[in-house]
């Protein structure tokens, strides 16, 4: 059986269906599963759920015995402000699940964030120490915080699971994401407000050597994010933390283009101010050094962002009335 937290969200779900066609036997752990989030599950032929406080203690009872825990569930808004919650939710959470893994000899592939990287002034390396790294925002931090906390029990020779790692996804867009709402992607925000009024609204740019539309981020099809952690749970790789991303970033108006593009329909684009809370903690450029992934025998090349956008439009428009339904 596998395990995978935050399986009726984004990334959780598009890899439960991944596994499910695989014929694999699926755990599914969330919290209560809302109306916008049952769609994610739509199609998975069966599986089994539990609560995720439940299945702590289904772990620490051994009512449960996954042979691999996929942890992707957390707090991800980037504009949370309770650090208690995220905390507990982020970071203890996340202890709990590595100790019982380390004592029970389980492999656990778990969700970092290239929001670790902070502004990128220390670079986007996967090789850079955390304690290096200043993150913008709160979610950043206690993603960070784990990552720390970690690697100390790594170094300190505590024990830890024999097979592990902890994946940085950068600006991951796909199927299965409308429930985020204003956390979605750009690519989903795009669809939506193409859908909506015909054109597509970005953020005006907040630094000068960014035009309007212009910054860069290292956008990622979330089928790739999948590819990379059944490959790091499925191959010899060394255990530690891994980018998730392509290694080229691209610009907004690129993104929206795509979009356009992909629904047959000429770019109508316009610049609205970006909201204060996001303009002070905003990266304007990302991009993921995938040296570290593809040293250790990854070979599988990126979704271009042109074909990534197609496949999701597609998925989108296919599903479009289950989407407006949730």
């Known amino acids: 059986?596998?395990?995978?937290?935050?399986?009726a969200g984004f990334i959780g779900s598009n890899l439960a269906h991944t596994l499910a066609a695989q014929g694999a036997s699926l755990l599914l752990v969330d919290e209560v599963i809302t109306p916008a989030k049952a769609v994610n599950l739509v199609g998975l032929p069966r599986f089994h759920f539990t609560r995720h406080e439940e299945f702590l203690d289904d772990l620490a009872t051994s009512r449960v015995q996954p042979e691999v825990i996929f942890h992707l569930g957390a707090c991800s808004d980037t504009t949370e402000t309770n650090w208690d919650y995220l905390r507990r939710n982020n970071i203890e959470y996340s202890q709990k699940l590595w100790q019982w893994c380390a004592r029970h000899?389980?492999?656990?592939?778990y969700a970092s964030s290239a929001a670790t990287y902070g502004d990128g002034s220390c670079g986007f390396s996967d090789n850079t120490p955390p304690h290096l790294l200043t993150p913008l925002n709160l979610y950043g931090k206690s993603k960070n915080d784990f990552d720390a906390w970690v690697l100390a029990e790594v170094a300190?020779?505590?024990?830890q699971p024999p097979k592990w790692a902890g994946l940085k996804f950068f600006n991951v867009y796909g199927p299965r994401e409308s429930h985020k709402g204003r956390m979605a992607s750009v690519v989903f925000q795009t669809w939506r407000q193409v859908k909506a009024t015909g054109m597509m609204k970005l953020f005006r740019s907040t630094e000068a050597k960014y035009p309007d539309g212009g910054q860069l981020r290292d956008f990622v099809f979330v089928g790739d994010c999948v590819e990379h952690l059944l490959w790091l749970w499925q191959n010899q790789a060394p255990n530690g933390l891994y980018n998730s991303g392509t290694g080229t970033p691209r610009t907004f108006r690129e993104l929206a283009t795509a979009v356009f593009d992909a629904l047959g329909l000429a770019p109508h684009i316009d610049f609205i101010d970006m909201p204060a809370d996001l303009a002070k903690q905003y990266q304007n450029y990302t991009c993921a050094n995938m040296t570290k992934l593809r040293a250790a025998g990854y070979r599988l090349p990126p979704t271009t962002l042109e074909a990534g956008v197609?496949?999701?439009?597609r998925w989108l428009e296919q599903h479009a009335t289950q989407r407006v339904a949730a």
């Open 156 to 159: 300190a020779g505590r024990p």
């Open 310 to 313: 197609r496949k999701t439009v």
């Open 1 to 7: 059986m596998i395990a995978i937290t935050g399986a």
């Open 105 to 109: 000899g389980v492999p656990l592939l």
